[in-house]
């Protein structure tokens, strides 16, 4: 059966995910339930990501509409047909097994009802229920349904991300000559790829315990050492390689952008609280060090939350408080507050609120940008202004976005995509520093 003859129902987080999803099927015949409408219909008001998709497939919709009627199905430009299915609805085969009449079944009904009826043909199509929702797709599978996730809007395939650094095995005497001569050229490291910002740990071939440290330069054509070697940073000193990484790609003023991914534990936010504190209290190489996180749901009002903006956030932002406790060393309770409130180049905030306002001058980390879509995070750095800095970090592996996973967040996006980019840096941060058991907290659960 050719893959032209297939039909496709799509559920309703493949369209909240990505609108034009209705276009990536093409040849074949896309169907919505009218049941995925009522879905989309019910989240336009929101005022977030989910809401502007869901506002966004009502006016494509709507434009199609125009080529014809809906229910009867209109073609589109690739030669695939649009169709919102009114009349497969019947609940009968599938009442047996899920009782519940939930829209996730009813979406399920649909596909079921269109797979029988095409069975029946001599030139009967397959049927494809494509659905975001793992429970979809297995539930779907208890009734012989093919089922196929969503992944044209993956950033990668696999969790083999980029990781901004990498270990590279040498003969020893280019180790003695990187150390002797301050540089090596990247085409001595064997082949293979390398990004500007990309940092090589280079290794003896025959696995003594020589290594060397080095980073790919803004051409990408040497490797050469790190600036300095920090020994300290507000009381915080590297602990492992990659915190030293992080901390080259925080301190350089020369990097507009910088990404941290790493599990909790890994010196994320403490790091680039201590490299932000520097440069703006001590250096003043920027007016402001702003420190935001993501409401989750993002974009979610905390109106309903008792008290005044500040006592609402403080729930939300408490990570960030513990670890500028430790970087003050605070040991009263209020203290931090009174410290903050008497240093007003420090700003701590909900990422709604600063959404929208030109930042320019000024040392801005976002916290927990692994729920941040990817349009969210092209809105933040498209209002980044002139001389900011801005770190993203986060844990791809944490996601509490009902529409993101690993490989689609924002977080990730901003990494495999400014990955080629002079202008920024990425590390992902591997070893726990918290303790022993946090580290196998992590690791196991």
């Known amino acids: 059966m050719s893959k032209a003859n297939k039909i496709y129902v799509l559920d309703t987080n493949v369209l909240l995910q990505d609108p034009y999803a209705i276009y990536q099927f093409q040849p074949n015949e896309v169907v919505i339930p009218a049941v995925v409408l009522e879905e989309v219909d019910s989240k336009k008001k929101n005022m977030d990501e989910i809401g502007r998709n869901a506002r966004m497939i009502a006016k494509m919709v709507d434009q199609l509409r125009e080529g014809g009627k809906l229910h009867k199905g209109v073609l589109l430009e690739q030669g695939g047909l649009f169709r919102v299915e009114l009349n497969h609805r019947s609940f009968q085969h599938l009442k047996h097994v899920f009782a519940e009449m939930t829209n996730d079944n009813r979406i ?7 797979q029988m009826e ?4 001599a030139d009967g199509r397959q049927v494809v229920l494509v659905s975001k ?14 089922t196929e996730d969503f992944l044209n809007d993956r950033v990668i395939e696999t969790d083999k991300g980029y990781a901004g650094f990498e270990d590279v095995y040498v003969d020893q005497s280019i180790i003695d000559r990187y150390y002797k001569e301050g540089q090596i050229a990247v085409t001595e490291l064997g082949g293979g790829l390398y990004y500007p910002n990309q940092f090589v740990i280079l290794k003896d071939l025959m696995r003594t315990s020589s290594s060397a440290l080095g980073k790919v330069d803004l051409l990408g054509q040497y490797v050469k050492p790190l600036i300095g070697e920090h020994e300290h940073v507000w009381g915080i000193k590297p602990r492992n390689a990659q915190q030293k990484m992080a901390l080259e790609l925080l301190l350089r003023d020369d990097l507009p952008l910088v990404t941290l991914v790493g599990k909790a534990g890994t010196g994320k936010t403490l790091l680039s609280l ?5 440069q703006t209290e001590d250096l003043h190489l920027y007016k402001k060090l702003v420190v935001a996180r993501p409401i989750v749901p993002l974009g979610k009002d905390i109106g309903y939350l008792p008290g005044e903006k500040e006592e609402k956030l403080k729930p939300w932002m408490q990570p960030i408080f513990d670890n500028l406790e430790f970087l003050f060393d605070t040991k009263k309770p209020g203290e931090l507050d009174r410290i903050l409130a008497g240093m007003s180049s420090i700003q701590v905030e909900a990422l709604t609120y600063i959404r929208g306002r030109s930042i320019p001058d000024q040392y801005i980390i976002i916290d927990e940008a692994q729920n941040l879509t990817k349009h969210e995070v092209k809105t933040i750095l498209t209002r980044v202004g002139e001389r900011s800095k801005v770190v993203l970090m986060g844990d791809p592996q944490q996601i509490d976005h009902p529409y993101l996973d690993e490989y689609t967040n924002g977080l990730t996006y901003a990494v495999e995509t400014f990955k080629n980019e002079a202008l920024s840096g990425h590390i992902k941060l591997v070893k726990g520093e918290r303790s022993a058991l946090a580290q196998l907290a992590a690791d196991l659960l």
């Open 108 to 114: 399920i009904a649909v596909a079921l009802n269109l």
């Open 118 to 121: 095409e069975k029946e043909k």
């Open 133 to 146: 929702d793992a429970l979809v797709r297995v539930k779907a599978d208890a009734f012989d349904l093919q």
């Open 274 to 278: 201590a490299a932000g504190l520097l």
